[in-house]
């Protein structure tokens, strides 16, 4: 197996007396499609918020590339720039257009042309299906369009692994196909990902891996046709059993 | 003969409503109009203070005003990000700041730096602009400091995730995402403190001021002295509504604005 991209490893998380993360351990690797499913309250945005450091874990490491983010002398705004996120709520920069909003990192932190960032931001645009919306404010586009702005602004960095922390939780359902189409191409380009989600047919159909979460650790994980089709937990299957009978 | 709640309320109305058309007549028939309209509006008396009054007084209030806001503005920012510091002297610094410059009034300010600081130290203000512009500065910035740090808290948090997520510091951060968007939330609120302002400049005339320096007020008050009529001030007052007025007016049309986007 090649060099992972993420690895997470006896990772612990308490929020004061709350503890959230009760050692994770978990590699992705290149190209790797890591679904992490489970009840809420079980940590897995925690964990994602981890990977890039919006948390601090009170215990264990966390590697993306050869950068060690939970080392203290690690430039931590550089790394970030190879880990794109996305968020629930989308956090589009409401102030600026949709082309500045793809743009604003790529010159301020990469240090782009003015050129240069405005042609890739197009290129991304374009590749969300989004192109006629570059001069729009986040407040004229629908949910489904607003995520697939952050989508193309994350991607804007060339980030090495893309976090997506529920991203489709927020959206109308007849808008969540289109996000999931988007992620599931950039799955089929071969980006690394690390996915939480309530989306089962995603992860069945799309991850290389499915994680089980629940109380702060890795319940289960595997293969998407095991851990969903044939789990061998039974918190597993409860889980799975609830999720389905709605 | 009983009457229904609703005739009881408009017998209320309309006693109400007749109350007061007597005391305005009796007001109209009792007062001497020509002895008030004499002491307080006297026409030539009001040509008198033009152009002067604008030239110069209306001049000075505007440069104090101005300065003010600008000297406030920078320094209530720099409180205000001191005070949401994750450094902790910052924050108490700030929050010291803001306490005493909000808790003690402009006027005993404006005497202390004015006089105390000259007669205690020897130390002469180099500018007489200086000396009213500074202490107002000072206590401008305390309260714009806690309306910029409501400004900054306003703007949802998830903003700030989202520019660290991309790689930007703390301090690029807040200067491209989050202050300008806590700046549209709090314009109105700010345009408020600048009416504040406008009016506040009116205390500065208790320091001795020079001929040149002399603000609204203190040009109508010396108006008063010297022609033992109150029209002057009455001026000046109409002088400040018309800067404070146009302010105000903005200030309610953009609150109907957001009003009306947010529904």
Known sequence: ????????????????????????????????????????????STLLRCVNMLETPTGGTVRVLDHELTDPDCDIDRARTRIGMVFQSFNLFPHMSVLDNICVAQRKVLKRSAEDSAARARQLLARVGLSEKEAAYPAQLSGGQQQRVAIARALAMDPAVMLFDEATSALDPELVGEVLGVMRALADEGMTMLVVTHEMGFAANVASRVVFMDGGVVVESGPPAEVLGNPREERTRRFLASVRNH | MALTRRQRARAFRYGVYATSVAAVVAVALFVDWGKLSGALFQWDLVTEQFPEILTRAARNTL?????????????????????????????????????????????????????????????????????????????????????????????????????????????????????????????????????????????????????????????????????????????????????????????????????????
């Open chain 1, 1 to 44: 197996m090649n060099e992972p991209v993420v690895r997470i490893s006896g990772l612990h998380k308490k929020f004061g007396d709350n503890h959230v993360l009760r050692g994770i351990d978990l590699d992705v690797g290149r190209g790797e499609v890591v679904c992490i499913i489970g009840p809420s309250g079980s940590g897995k």
């Open chain 2, 63 to 263: 440069i104090f005003t101005v300065f003010g806001f600008i000297g406030g503005l920078g320094m209530g920012l720099l409180f205000a990000l001191m005070r949401l510091s994750s450094v902790r002297p910052y924050r108490w610094f700030a929050a010291t700041y803001i306490e005493i410059f909000r808790g003690i009034p402009l006027l005993v300010t404006l005497l202390l730096l004015g006089f105390g600081i000259p007669i205690a130290t020897g130390w002469r203000w180099p500018n007489p602009y200086l000396q009213g512009v500074v202490p107002l500065s000072l206590v401008a910035s305390a309260y714009m400091a806690e309306t910029i740090r409501a400004g900054i808290e306003a703007v949802p948090r998830g903003q700030m995730e989202a520019a660290r997520s991309l790689g930007m510091g703390y301090p690029r951060a807040m200067a491209t995402i989050i202050i300008p968007q806590a700046f549209r939330i709090i314009v109105p609120p700010l345009t408020n403190e600048l009416v504040l302002l406008i009016k506040d400049t009116s205390l500065i005339s208790v320091l001795g001021v020079t001929d040149a320096t002399k603000d609204l007020a203190r040009f109508g008050r010396d108006g008063v002295n010297s022609s033992a009529n109150a029209t002057p001030l009455i001026v000046a007052g109409l002088v400040y509504l018309a800067m404070t007025l146009p302010l105000t007016q903005l200030v309610a049309w953009m609150e109907r604005r957001t009003k009306a986007a947010s529904r």
